[in-house]
């Protein structure tokens, strides 16, 4: 009998969504959370009658961004139907999660959840769905519409610190709040007639549950309007942004509870078990945290065209730089992020000036070169970086003073600790602490396989460096967080993925690293100082 049990435990899978910018995606894991089949619909492509580039389409004032909610719930036919043909074994689906694209919005019309709940079996979504919304274009991530609604925003709740140390962030123009404010303010009949706002992730769950489906806390705090130590809503922000609010964005919870089982809709059309669980969907951005599989207390190092850092934080310090999230794993902690423009594209650059274009030429020289450079410290923003908000290339040599070139070797060790120490000064800022002695340091993306840029990670941060491949992570990570949240309260995630092959160790600090880059991460921050508070810059570019 014991058998019959395990194995039908084993038999069990979990399904993980990501609706992100350009396509939706599923991933079926095993019960051992081993990946057994990937489906996706492309939306440029696949969806041609929607007319999107990138899946978005920009405005003729080219800061609007938007895009078509009903393409959204037509991939989601499309995606169930191809993995009806693909013979997803949809009975044995223990759970489902997933993620979206974060800071989206979707406006359902009053009435909209009447037919959400009584969605007929014999026609797609899409014919069902297709008047349910207020505003037809969602604004998404990439929309850079609302400056004035977010100093609008800042200035009503005390300032730009405090609307930071409420809600995790400063006044962002994607940030959901201030898009909810530009409907009203531009919309106003639009959004009188909006019975529930989701986000393109709880959008998704509610087509999963045909119902609607709460916003979870880790995804709610990219709005501007949580209050992310409460994690409720935070009434002076939903005030200053449009009437009625807390009633239209309905409740928010942590991120793996259980939010309901799949509709019937799903049962009698694909098969789904009636007690498949439905776990609170969340962000891309959270779920790729929870796709690496990370501990407590970890950083996370993306390193593409741009280069993201995600802390995992307990004590956060919300800054007006970088996002503070509730962590999508463990929902009494927290999650940073922040994102640097210049990553891949500028390290290649001077690979291609300094090196012939050579990274074995490129990690010769930098074998060649002492860690800390003999201080000489580079800041290369080729484009204009976020943080700061600054253009240009500077050089300043061990005494502090601008020079207008350096060395080809020193040129190249230089673009990679004035990077790495960057990034670790704003992890700092948002709150985290390098000197943990459980600090890991998860490298991922394009870059990091680069054994030579792993070790000035290492060296910079003072920390062993593991690398991790993960495609797909957000929707993997949504699986993941399928069966987290199945096993209900209690379970902690690192038992989940214990099973999990461990990444592997590629770099560890070399002697003296720590004092090193210490003095290295001072010196950086009053030379950024200096860069920031000249009134005209004077790029060496
Ligand atoms: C994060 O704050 C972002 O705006 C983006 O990474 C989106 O989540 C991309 F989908």
Known sequence: MATDVSSRENAKVFLGFDFSTQQAKAILVTNDLKVIQEIAVKFDTELPEFKTDGGVHVHDDHVTVTAPTAMWVKAFDM???????????????????????????????????????????????????????????SPIWMDASTTQLCRDLEEKVGGKQRLTDITGSCGYERMTGNQIAKIYQTNREAYLNTERISLVSSFVASLCVGDYAPIDESDGSGMNLLNIHTREWAAECLTACAPDLADKLGSVVPSKQIIGSVSPYLVQRYGFAQDCQVIAFTGDNPASLAGLTPSAGDVMVSLGTSDTIFLWLSSPKPSTVG?????????????????????????????????????????????NTPMGNNGNIGIYFYVTEIQPLVQGVFRFNSHGEEVTSFPKEVEIRAVLEGQMVARRY????????????????????????????????ADVFNAPVYTKDVANSAALGSAFRAKHGWLGPGVDYSEVVSGLKQPPCVAVPSPGADKVYGDLCDRYKELEARIQNRTSLISTD
């Open 323 to 367: 996002h503070v999230f509730v962590n999508p794993i463990e929902s009494t902690d927290f999650m940073a992020l922040a994102c640097f423009k210049n990553g891949s594209l500028t390290r290649e650059r001077i690979r291609n000036e300094c090196a012939e274009g050579s990274w074995d030429k490129f990690i010769a020289a930098l074998e």
């Open 426 to 457: 704003y992890s700092e800022m948002l709150g985290f602490n390098f000197n943990s002695t459980n600090t890991r340091v998860i490298a991922t993306g394009g870059a990091s396989t680069n054994p030579a840029i792993l070790q000035v990670i």
């Open 79 to 137: 995606l169930l139907e191809k993995m009806k043909s693909e013979n997803v074994p949809f009975e044995k689906i223990a759970a489902v999660s997933g993620s979206g694209q974060q800071h989206g919005s979707v406006y359902w019309k009053i009435g909209a959840q009447h037919l959400l709940n009584n969605l007929n079996p014999e026609s797609s979504m899409h014919s069902q769905l297709k008047d349910v919304f207020s505003v037809g274009d």
